[in-house]
């Protein structure tokens, strides 16, 4: 059964509860690259399972959140109470074919979008954290909601990628070296 609206919101800020979440989105691109480091395309490539995203694909896919994040945001910022879209990843992973994207080529474009949103959201009054948009599928969202749901949806993503990386090992033998 796949979760609801809610309960995907309640899970995701479940994961960054009592911590900073501007520190945990600027951390998320440095463990993505050390988790990548001395992999293979194979490694990064290989589904854990026929339904299941591949490394490569869990890359491209935060590439383009954090572009859809970058835009949300903005809107938001500027437009206090703005409706703002949702978007289907699967759909997006099919017609951008995440499955064949280089996953360092995602990896640096999600860095350089992530830099920029930090650095706007440093740049702006604290008082516009409050402004919100009335997202199509889980509605009212303030950047201040935001801010903390993508740090949770980095830490999702970290843990999926360290589980895929972590069954490629068992897999092939190699034991891990931490």
Not at 90 to 115: G, I, M
């Amino acid at each position: 059964m796949q979760e609801t609206a809610q309960e995907y919101t309640q899970r995701l800020l479940s994961y960054a509860d009592g911590k900073d979440p501007l520190r945990l989105q600027q951390a998320a691109p440095g463990k993505i690259a050390a988790l990548l480091k001395g992999k293979t395309g194979k490694q990064l490539m290989q589904r854990p399972a026929p339904d299941k995203w591949s490394v490569a694909e869990i890359v491209a896919h935060l590439a383009d959140a954090e572009l859809a994040i970058s835009w949300r945001l903005r809107q938001i910022l500027a437009n206090n109470a703005i409706p703002i879209q949702a978007y289907d990843q699967d759909l997006w992973a099919r017609t951008f074919n995440y499955a064949r994207r280089d996953p360092r080529q995602s990896l640096a474009n999600f860095h350089v979008l992530r830099e920029a949103n930090l650095a706007l959201l440093k740049s702006v009054p604290r008082k516009l954290w409050e402004n919100y948009g009335v997202h199509a599928e889980r509605g009212n969202e303030s950047v201040n909601h935001i801010v903390k749901m993508v740090a949770g949806h980095d830490l999702n993503h970290l843990q999926q990628i360290q589980k895929i990386l972590q069954g490629s090992r068992e897999k092939t033998g190699k034991k891990s070296t931490r």
